[in-house]
């Protein structure tokens, strides 16, 4: 928008428009806004990533030539890994933005997408092969490129790990039909032992300490007189130690440069005293932490932001699990409310800033993953909200200031994921309710009394742990516990689920990869009732599920040896304690689920089966399945049949929601024979991300009507798009049905409403009214879309106006803008469910 | 040879002045920014597109 | 042959991954290749330009002389995006209608258009 144009328009008239992102323009700091602009835009757009953004060369370069020079080096592999990582940090090019008041990226410069050359070839190939994120001069650096990639080939995590895997697993997977990822403890989402590195009791320099005491201790003891199993193990102990030692004091290094900046630019470049004294903060505070504990907001932030920094140095992260609210609240608390070193404005432009830091950071990833996840680089769910370990309500100040600093800088990533319980208050309750009206499509509503019933229900782990979880990705809560967070979860348990049902009519043969993927069931037109046709269902699905569970053990059990994570161990107290790798699944209870995509296709298809082929009979099974693998060409009355005159999940109707339990308990009870390194269950999580849109053209035509090509329904739970015909009431009603504690893991549904209809009181006493009903019934999850249709319209006619609009995907936000049309039309064509 | 240390944007470490950052005011599209990076003091500044000399105070 | 030997024998090559070279691609430019028929899907193992085909089965061979077409079996073929598809009688041009880049399947036809046009 013109300049004047915006300059001319009240707050209040840009609301009434609904064109939000104008308001918050007008609304916030100068400083928001300046950091909200200097935004590069990371999320892939469909699957490219946007003009300007590139590869960063720097850090690749720097981790190859530490490779090479300690090839001869007599270190053990890990601590090997370590010294690379500290190279990195010493010597990566670092900046500080101007208004900044927070540091740290994950790559050398603002519009640089770290690039790990050492996690896969496969990513490393994805890198030579983009001229549109190879920086300039291209023919030059792709030549460098060229030259880190052949270094590393056969070095790679994912080369080092492929002779241990089952080739014929490996190679399922690697299809790309039914999985999605590859199981890398250096790639997925890694939870946090914040328990004990947020907590305000100790930093990297106790740490070190209390590092140096061990390895002192163990030391002496394994060069006593004598010789077992224990001294054998306690070399290996000895090197973790040591390991994580040198990345903790690469972070206080690293923090140190910072700080060394920050005075360097006060003393010699700036000449406004009030920046001036900005800085000064800024290196004050980055001598303090991480080495040692924070005393205030900034401080606390900055912390974070060094962490997660320091493990985006370490590994991909896919993810950012989180608990901002409760970890940092008590510091807002202190700064805002007791020694008012902060006023509420000064806090919100640092809360604003501390969402743009993670806005902006950005790994280079493959295509599977940018097409996955479109518009985003990860899914960066903070959870807010919830009880703290005794149950209490643990809603502060913070949780309010970040939905109001989120609905200012407006970013499609982070998002917020609220644990609603009873005890929330109304005040908190009309924040979430502002900000979904304003059309951020979060935070959504988690559950809170389900959620850790379920976890308990999983995986065993106490209340008061299971009370303090966080989402590991979009979905999945994870307490942030000693022997309760999970160090990776590594993303290629991620099922495929329609391929399940288009299985059983092709015995297990994909036709689309031209592979034998699942299981030799028998041909389908020999089945003689449903029952035969549901056992072969069944079949399908353990046989998908358990491919991708295999190799995620595998690399589970292995990866403390083969693909450490010395970082991430060095702010874990189990790892502490033990000389363990945070990773090895002995000291952790295990929190591993199977992310379902494309579920609900099999529910609608089973229906469909049963209706028309078995009860009504105006079908065989040969018919269908004939029909299927013609992709319904020259059947349209035949699919129409199947679309129409079957019953849909989400309408409140037994016939179909039944069959969704039964597919369900089949999971659920596949979910215990299943077990992780740990001996834990593995759960279904149906969600899709942008999965739907991804598997499109690799999923075959269904039973539910579906063609080859066809957009998949978009939600874990969801009903397909405009099969809800009932109302919003029977959505939540068969929602209702499933028990959301023992059913699975967690269960995503995206409703999307009317923002015209929710204005005012008026449309909050609805929505409340909606929430409890969603509560009652005991559904863990829902988020919402309220943007309408015409707006939508519009900015796919002229995207340029429309930048800022957001809306929801599935477990994350993104700007419409920038997922591709598919998706946008999917969007599109979510029925919008209106109230009362 | 010219060196870094002959520039303007070398700040050479209290404690060891063999070494320091090469600081720089940069401004991209979208926002403007101070990046340092590591150098040394006797690193070879002859092609650096960046090097200004250093004022003698 | 135990069914272990087989399937090593189907997928080995399609698991190792290769040295990059900027100039071998460029020699011998065939206007039809494997990565613009659109029988062809790139593998999540694609990024140097692997794929398979839809009709095809394993034992095919498309660039012998005649091709050598396998039409049953249950692994199936692996070639590459540039793979010379121009004898092979299985050929049907997709329609690139994704040339801006932005729809979601775009990445295989980019690195197509990319390799071809560095071929020219």
């Known amino acids: 928008m013109a300049q004047a144009a915006l300059k001319d328009t009240s707050v209040k008239e840009f609301e009434k428009k609904q064109e939000w992102w104008w308001a918050a323009e007008k609304k916030r700091s100068k400083r928001l806004d300046y950091l909200r602009k200097a935004i590069w835009k990371k999320g892939a757009i469909g699957g490219l990533y946007a003009p300007g953004v590139k590869v960063d060369l720097e850090r690749a370069q720097l981790h190859t030539q530490k490779a090479k020079e300690m090839e001869m080096s007599p270190d053990a592999y890990v601590i090997k890994f370590a010294k690379m990582f500290a190279h990195i940090l010493d010597n990566k090019t670092i900046f500080i933005t101007d208004h900044a008041q927070l540091v740290g990226y994950t790559g050398s410069l603002p519009h640089t997408m770290g690039w790990d050359p050492s996690a896969a070839s496969i990513l490393n190939e994805e890198a030579f092969n983009d001229p549109t994120a190879i920086p300039d001069p291209v023919d030059v650096n792709q030549k460098v490129i060229r030259e880190i990639n052949n270094y590393w080939i056969g070095k790679t995590d994912l080369d080092k790990m492929m002779p241990v895997f089952d080739m014929e697993d490996l190679m399922k997977m690697l299809s790309g039909s039914i999985g999605w990822g590859v199981p890398l403890a250096r790639g997925g989402y890694s939870s946090k032992d914040y328990e004990y590195i947020m907590t305000g009791k100790r930093a990297f320099a106790a740490i070190i300490d209390e590092l140096d005491r061990k390895i002192d201790e163990v030391d002496e003891e394994v060069h006593q007189p004598g010789a077992n199993a224990e001294i054998s193990k306690a070399y290996d102990k000895l090197n973790n130690w040591d390991a994580m030692k040198i990345t903790l004091e690469a972070g206080i290094r690293i923090a140190k440069r910072y700080a060394r900046l920050a005075r360097i630019i006060a003393e010699n470049f700036e000449e406004d005293p009030k920046r001036k004294e900005e800085l000064l903060k800024i290196a004050q505070t980055c001598e303090r932490v991480p080495a040692h504990p924070p005393r205030n907001l900034q401080e606390s932030f900055q912390y974070d932001i060094f962490i997660q920094m320091m493990s985006r140095t370490e590994a991909i992260e896919g993810a950012w699990p989180s608990r901002p609210d409760y970890y940092h609240g008590p510091y807002y608390d202190k700064d805002v409310n007791i020694d008012k070193t902060l006023t509420r404005e000064e806090a919100l432009d640092l809360v604003g800033e501390f969402i743009i830091r993670a806005a902006e950071v950005c790994q280079f990833k493959p295509k599977w993953t940018r097409e996955g996840l479109q518009g985003i680089d990860g899914t960066w769910v903070w959870t807010i909200g919830g009880v703290d370990r005794n149950g209490k309500d643990a809603c502060n100040d913070l949780t309010v200031a970040l939905m109001q600093a989120a609905r200012l800088v407006r970013v499609a990533n982070p998002t917020l994921s609220f644990r609603w319980h009873p005890k929330v208050k109304d005040e908190v309750m009309r924040e979430i309710f502002e900000c979904n009206r304003q059309g951020l499509g979060y935070p959504n509503m988690r559950n809170d009394p389900i959620l850790v019933a379920n976890t308990m229900h999983w995986y065993g782990h106490p209340i008061e742990e299971a009370r303090l979880w966080a989402n590991q990705a979009c979905l999945s809560p994870c307490p942030t516990t000693k022997h309760g967070f999970q160090p990776m979860r590594m993303a290629n348990a991620t099922a495929n689920c329609a391929k399940i049902i288009e299985y059983v009519f092709t015995s297990g043969f994909d036709p689309v990869v031209n592979m034998q993927v699942g299981a030799e069931t028998p041909d389908v037109a020999t089945f003689k009732n449903f029952e035969e046709f549901f056992a072969a269902w069944t079949l399908q699905m353990q046989t998908i599920f358990s491919i991708l569970v295999r190799a995620v053990n595998r690399a589970r059990t292995l990866a403390p040896t083969m693909t450490p994570r010395p970082f991430l161990s060095g702010v874990s107290e189990r790892s502490i304690e033990s000389g363990l790798d945070t990773l090895d699944p002995s000291i952790e209870r295990g929190n591993s689920w199977i992310t379902a995509f494309t579920w609900v296709e099999n529910v609608d298809s089973l229906a469909a089966v049963k209706k028309l082929v078995f009860e009504d009979k105006k079908y065989t099974l040969a018919q269908l399945k004939e029909a299927l693998a013609k992709n319904w060409e020259g059947l349209e009355e035949m699919r129409l049949d199947f679309v129409k005159n079957a019953p849909k999940w989400g309408n409140d109707d037994d016939y179909v929601d039944d069959i969704m339990l039964r597919c369900l308990d089949e999971a659920a009870k596949f979910s215990k024979v299943l077990k992780d390194p740990s001996g834990n269950n593995w759960p279904i999580l149906p969600e899709n991300v942008s999965g739907n849109i991804h598997y499109a053209n690799i999923v075959g035509a269904l039973p539910n009507g579906r063609r080859l090509g066809d957009a998949l329904y978009d939600g874990g739970i969801s009903p397909g798009p405009g099969l809800d015909k009932k109302g919003p009431t029977a959505v939540l009603k068969s929602c209702g049905k499933i028990d959301h504690i023992t059913g699975g893991r967690a269960f995503l549904l995206n409703q999307r409403l009317s923002p015209t209809q929710l204005a005012g009181e008026k449309g909050y006493q609805l929505w409340s009214s909606y929430i409890r009903t969603w509560a009652d019934l005991g559904i863990d999850h829902i988020q919402f879309n309220m943007v309408d249709d015409a707006t939508l319209r519009s900015a796919q006619k002229d995207p340029e106006k429309y930048q800022e609009v957001i809306v929801r995907v599935a477990g994350y936000s993104a700007h419409f803008v920038d997922v591709s049309r598919k998706t946008q039309d999917n969007i599109i064509q979510r029925t919008v469910q209106g109230l009362g | ?57 | ?120």
């Open chain 2, 1 to 57: 040879m010219t060196t870094c240390k002959e520039c303007k944007s070398f700040f050479p470490l209290e404690n060891d002045q063999t070494k320091g950052d090469c600081v720089q005011r940069v401004k991209d599209p979208r926002q403007a920014y101070y990046q340092s990076r590591p150098a040394k003091a006797d690193d070879d500044a002859g092609a650096c597109g960046s090097f200004q000399k250093k004022q003698k105070t």
């Open chain 3, 1 to 120: 042959m135990s069914r272990r030997d087989e399937k090593r024998q189907a997928y080995a090559s399609q698991l190792v991954p290769q040295k990059q070279n900027l100039d071998a691609d460029k020699k011998g430019a065939a206007h039809l290749v494997c990565g613009l028929c659109k029988h062809y899907l790139e593998t999540s193992w694609s990024a140097d330009g692997r794929g398979s085909c839809s009709i095809l089965k394993f034992g095919s061979n498309i660039s012998a002389n005649p091709p050598v077409y396998v039409l049953e079996g249950k692994e199936g073929f692996l070639t590459k995006t540039l793979s010379d598809a121009s004898a092979c009688k299985q050929f049907e041009k997709m329609q690139l209608i994704d040339k801006d880049g932005y729809e979601c399947s775009d990445p295989v036809y980019r690195r197509t258009l990319r390799q071809l046009q560095e071929k020219e």
